[in-house]
């Protein structure tokens, strides 16, 4: 299966998110085969991004959103686990400090965009802004953002001109020379009770649960329309949205790190040449190491 195209939405229809599958592709049952290939593909991102951080001249963004406990965490550490520290870092979004609100809401984002080189990833990134705000408006009055005062002015049309902005935000990254690539780890609700249950009943996985998200699980339905919407408006053929079967944890890190590879090998990454004046500086570097007696 090509995952990157099986997976790809590029926005020209609505998404229908309720209607999309979050269980393994019956053909990827065996977990033992998946990790063999989840391994491969570790090995070969070691290499791409070898060679991206040689060359220095694109950088690559990775967008993880998803519900609590789909698996953000656990993709990350085990897909990139073979990258160079050196050429990866990794932004975890929380709630926005008081002097992040009195700027405007990308402020703290663009400061978190990798320099051409490196891999960047977002967990949760600037769509929090039109997801968590979405569902909770009163967010955005809190945040005293421009003449709104009222939730009832935190309406479809405010998140269309965010939506605008994510488009315009995005493609401006593109331009200079960034790969922005976006997961949704599309979970079913019955899968996340599961998880939350063994976060509370496995002592070792208590520290991950949190009352609020018990209150965040009651507005599943209120989230499940949010990212629809998200997805929908912000996909385009340039930087479209992944949306991963989620239920299976193994089966979702082997379709993000096909992704992933197959996104970077499209670039055109290759390990800098050198001209004949740094050609001859090598030999005479070698040279002058043969002629050492010790």
């Not at 009163?138 to 405010?158: L, P, S, T």
């Not at 209150?215 to 949010?226: L, S």
């Not at 890190?253 to 740094?278: H, K, M, T």
Request: glycine residues 4%; aromatic residues 12%; charged residues 30%.
């Amino acid at each position: 299966m090509n995952f990157e195209k099986h997976y790809r939405y590029t926005g020209k229809q609505k998404l229908g998110l309720t209607k999309l599958a979050t269980a393994v592709d019956p053909e990827f049952e065996d977990e033992k085969v998946i990790k063999a290939q989840i391994a491969k593909n570790i090995k070969q991102l070691t290499e791409l991004q070898g060679k991206l951080y040689a060359q220095d001249r694109f950088g690559v963004l990775v967008i993880f959103q998803a519900m609590d406990a789909a698996g953000k965490d656990s993709m990350i550490r085990h897909i990139m686990s073979g990258v160079n520290p050196q050429g990866c870092e990794v932004t975890s979004f929380k709630q926005p400090t008081t002097k992040e609100i009195a700027h405007d809401y990308l402020w703290r984002i663009h400061d978190r965009v990798p320099k051409r080189g490196m891999i960047g990833i977002f967990n949760r990134s600037y769509y929090e802004d039109v997801l968590v705000s979405r569902v909770h408006p009163e967010i955005i009055v809190n945040e005293h953002v421009g003449e709104i005062n009222d939730k009832k002015q935190v309406d479809d049309a405010f998140f269309e001109r965010r939506f605008n902005d994510l488009r315009y935000f995005e493609d401006y990254l593109q331009h200079n020379g960034y790969l922005v690539l976006k997961f949704f780890l599309h979970m079913s609700k019955a899968e996340q009770k599961q998880r939350f249950i063994r976060r509370i009943e496995i002592p070792s996985h208590n520290w991950k649960f949190s009352a609020a998200d018990i209150q965040e699980r009651q507005y599943w339905d209120d989230y499940q329309r949010a990212y629809d919407d998200a997805i929908t408006k912000t996909a385009t053929k340039a930087t479209p949205w992944y949306v991963i079967p989620s239920d299976s944890k193994w089966y979702s890190r082997l379709c993000v790190s096909e992704i992933i590879n197959q996104r970077l090998s499209e670039l055109p990454l290759a390990y800098p040449s050198l001209d004949a004046s740094a050609q001859a500086q090598l030999k005479t570097a070698l040279e002058q190491l043969d002629r050492e007696t010790d």
